[in-house]
């Protein structure tokens, strides 16, 4: 069972990092008006991509973006990110092993 525990909180801990790195290519291309991306970053941004947008894209029908004017504010990557925190908790304190 601690090997299971471990396993999971791994890879927890990888979306985590994948998340945040979407969150940071997302903030750079939103900020950055004539960011041209070299094609490593591309993958890499393509990967990240990939591995978080099925639960992000989830979210979004159920959590609709907060508009403020000209602005919308995306909440689901916040709360991806807050749920996979409570669940890295829950997984790491209550799960024998």
Same mark, same amino acid.
């Given at each position: 069972?601690?090997?299971?525990?471990?396993?999971?909180?791994? !890879?927890?801990? /990888? *979306?985590?990092?994948?998340l945040i790195?979407?969150?940071?290519?997302?903030? &750079?291309?939103?900020?950055? $008006?004539?960011?041209?991306?070299?094609?490593?970053?591309?993958?890499? !941004?393509?990967? /990240? *991509?990939?591995?978080?947008?099925?639960?992000?894209?989830?979210?979004?029908? &159920?959590?609709?973006?907060? $508009?403020?004017n000209?602005?919308?504010?995306?909440?689901?990557?916040?709360?991806?990110?807050?749920?996979?925190?409570?669940?890295?908790?829950?997984?790491?304190?209550?799960?024998?092993?």
């Amino acid at each position: 069972m601690a090997l299971v525990k471990t396993i999971l909180l791994l !890879a927890i801990n /990888l *979306f985590i990092l994948a998340l945040i790195g979407r969150i940071l290519i997302e903030m &750079i291309v939103s900020f950055s $008006r004539n960011f041209r991306a070299p094609s490593w970053f591309t993958r890499c !941004a393509e990967l /990240l *991509f990939v591995v978080t947008d099925p639960a992000v894209k989830a979210l979004r029908r &159920i959590i609709p973006p907060l $508009r403020m004017n000209n602005v919308s504010l995306d909440l689901s990557v916040l709360v991806l990110y807050i749920g996979l925190q409570f669940l890295y908790v829950l997984v790491a304190n209550y799960l024998p092993g």
